[in-house]
């Protein structure tokens, strides 16, 4: 600590003197107001009604940009092919055959036959009502297939968001900041001319402005930045406040939560997937129906004939052994990954109760930390203004109450944040 002697002269009342101390009575009189995202004048624009998006209207706006929500339609109709291909009598493609048979390169007597044939391709017994299931099982877990990215997606958003709201908390205390370090250096250095200061506090009050300064400009490119990977990520420029409401006072995971519902879609598809290996044990069978036409000799008369053809395939253990053990496996890697989402949605929804807990604990302390801060600070002013303080002790009281202004808005928006992580915890949508 510094000490600087007092001289007489300079220790006598004058002009500048009173004038400096009304000028620090007016400024630093009233406790600093904490700013907060929704009390600065960009939130406050940013949360105006009907101008200012919703957390939903950025999620919207971001799942539009979204590779799967973009390929959603496509996903669907290839879904709505198969269910027609399964719906069909045939199994597959029709397939045609055309054949010639004659002796013309060896004794050329004149024997000719033509053939022609359709062969149909149809379903194996059992085969097609297997099939149909595994489809309507695959049908029933893509919507909650697309709820889970959604939610995924979700989580982004929120924390985006989140992530802008602590910058632009930090930004406008920086803000402040600077400008609280101005009005201090341009009094003190009126007090330096009055002789009522050492230079050595002039320095020091100007050495904290650019200090100010240049967390400001830190504070800004730091919001900008997050600003820019706002805007890739949902394609909007203005970034909604973090508001959401707090779920119920005791929160449990609903069966309903798209996570489980997803995980269960799974199995039910990887059951539908081992019963149609086990049901569709061969090749699928195929009919041929054929018009051949043919003549002996020269001369004489051609004859057409019908012919009906049924193909049978064998099953053989190297065919449906691997595709038997495969489903299987998937049926065993569905039932584990069930298994751990339900114990994954209940560790997230602990983890997220505790942290709303720590939030609010941490946002009462804040509070209490900012009313002795502002207490200190008065106090530190008054004596300085009076002389029983030296500018480092005053400097000191002013950057406590800055960090405690600080904490406490920091402390806000973790509040809100935790807020929205239990919400994506319990499976809620903004």
Same mark, same amino acid.
């Given at each position: 600590?510094?000490?600087?002697?007092?001289?007489?002269?300079?220790?006598?009342?004058?002009?500048?003197?009173?004038?400096?101390?009304?000028?620090?009575?007016?400024?630093?009189?009233?406790?600093?107001?904490?700013?907060?995202?929704?009390?600065?004048?960009?939130?406050?624009?940013?949360?105006?009604?009907?101008?200012?998006?919703?957390?939903?209207?950025?999620?919207?706006?971001?799942?539009?940009?979204?590779?799967?929500?973009?390929?959603?339609?496509?996903?669907?109709?290839?879904?709505?092919?198969?269910?027609?291909?399964?719906?069909?009598?045939?199994?597959?493609?029709?397939?045609?055959?055309?054949?010639?048979r004659s002796d013309r390169f060896n004794k050329n007597a004149g024997m000719r036959e033509y053939e022609a044939e359709l062969e149909l391709p149809i379903? #194996?017994?059992?085969?097609?009502?297997?099939?149909?299931?595994?489809?309507?099982?695959?049908?029933?877990?893509?919507?909650?297939?697309?709820?889970?990215?959604?939610?995924?997606?979700?989580?982004?958003?929120?924390?985006?968001?989140?992530?802008?709201?602590?910058?632009?908390?930090?930004?406008?205390?920086?803000?402040?900041?600077?400008?609280?370090?101005?009005?201090?250096?341009?009094?003190?250095?009126?007090?330096?001319?009055?002789?009522?200061s050492a230079r050595v506090d002039g320095l020091q009050a100007q050495s904290l402005a650019q200090q100010a300064?240049?967390?400001?400009?830190?504070?800004?490119?730091?919001?900008?930045?997050?600003?820019?990977?706002?805007?890739?990520?949902?394609?909007?420029?203005?970034?909604?406040?973090?508001?959401?409401?707090?779920?119920?006072?005791?929160?449990?995971?609903?069966?309903?939560?798209?996570?489980?519902?997803?995980?269960?879609?799974?199995?039910?598809?990887?059951?539908?997937?081992?019963?149609?290996? $086990?049901?569709?044990?061969?090749?699928?069978?195929?009919?041929?129906?054929?018009?051949?036409?043919?003549?002996?000799?020269?001369?004489?008369?051609?004859?057409?004939?019908?012919?009906?053809?049924?193909?049978?395939?064998?099953?053989?253990?190297?065919?449906?052994?691997?595709?038997?053990?495969?489903?299987?496996? $998937?049926?065993?890697?569905?039932?584990? $990954?069930?298994?751990?989402?339900?114990?994954?949605?209940?560790?997230?929804?602990?983890?997220?109760?505790?942290?709303?807990?720590?939030?609010?604990?941490?946002?009462?302390?804040?509070?209490?930390?900012?009313?002795?801060?502002?207490?200190?600070?008065?106090?530190?002013?008054?004596?300085?203004?009076?002389?029983?303080?030296?500018?480092?002790?005053?400097?000191?009281?002013?950057?406590?109450?800055?960090?405690?202004?600080?904490?406490?808005?920091?402390?806000?928006?973790?509040?809100?944040?935790?807020? #929205?992580?239990?919400?994506?915890?319990?499976?809620?949508?903004?």
């Open positions: 600590m510094l000490y600087f002697p007092c001289f007489r002269a300079a220790c006598r009342p004058s002009a500048a003197l009173v004038l400096s101390v009304v000028f620090f009575t007016t400024v630093h009189a009233q406790p600093l107001q904490t700013l907060s995202p929704a009390s600065s004048p960009s939130t406050a624009a940013a949360t105006a009604p009907r101008s200012s998006p919703s957390l939903r209207d950025a999620l919207d706006a971001a799942w539009a940009l979204s590779p799967t929500a973009r390929s959603a339609d496509s996903r669907r109709a290839q879904l709505q092919a198969r269910e027609r291909a399964a719906s069909s009598w045939i199994n597959g493609a029709p397939s045609a055959l055309l054949a010639q379903w #194996s017994p059992g085969v097609r009502g297997a099939t149909q299931r595994e489809l309507a099982a695959l049908r029933l877990g893509f919507e909650p297939q697309q709820l889970v990215a959604r939610l995924k997606l979700a989580a982004e958003v929120r924390e985006a968001a989140a992530s802008v709201a602590v910058a632009r908390t930090e930004r406008d205390l920086a803000e402040r900041k600077h400008s609280e370090a101005l009005i201090l250096a341009q009094d003190v250095e009126r007090r330096v001319k009055a002789g009522d300064v240049s967390g400001r400009e830190q504070a800004q490119q730091a919001l900008a930045r997050l600003q820019n990977q706002w805007l890739a990520l949902t394609g909007m420029a203005a970034v909604p406040a973090l508001e959401e409401t707090l779920p119920s006072a005791n929160p449990v995971i609903s069966p309903d939560h798209p996570a489980l519902q997803a995980a269960q879609s799974r199995v039910q598809a990887a059951q539908a997937l081992l019963e149609l290996s $086990e049901t569709d044990k061969r090749d699928p069978m195929s009919v041929g129906v054929g018009v051949t036409r043919e003549r002996s000799a020269f001369g004489a008369a051609s004859e057409t004939s019908l012919r009906l053809a049924l193909k049978i395939p064998f099953g053989t253990e190297s065919r449906n052994a691997p595709r038997i053990a495969a489903a299987r496996a $998937e049926l065993d890697a569905a039932q584990a $990954e069930l298994d751990a989402a339900q114990r994954q949605v209940q560790t997230e929804l602990v983890s997220a109760m505790a942290e709303l807990d720590a939030a609010r604990r941490t946002q009462a302390s804040m509070s209490e930390r900012v009313r002795l801060s502002t207490e200190v600070q008065s106090l530190m002013a008054k004596a300085y203004r009076l002389g029983e303080a030296d500018l480092p002790t005053r400097l000191r009281a002013d950057s406590e109450k800055f960090e405690a202004d600080l904490s406490l808005a920091l402390a806000r928006v973790g509040m809100q944040r935790a807020t #929205s992580q239990l919400n994506q915890a319990l499976g809620l949508l903004p």
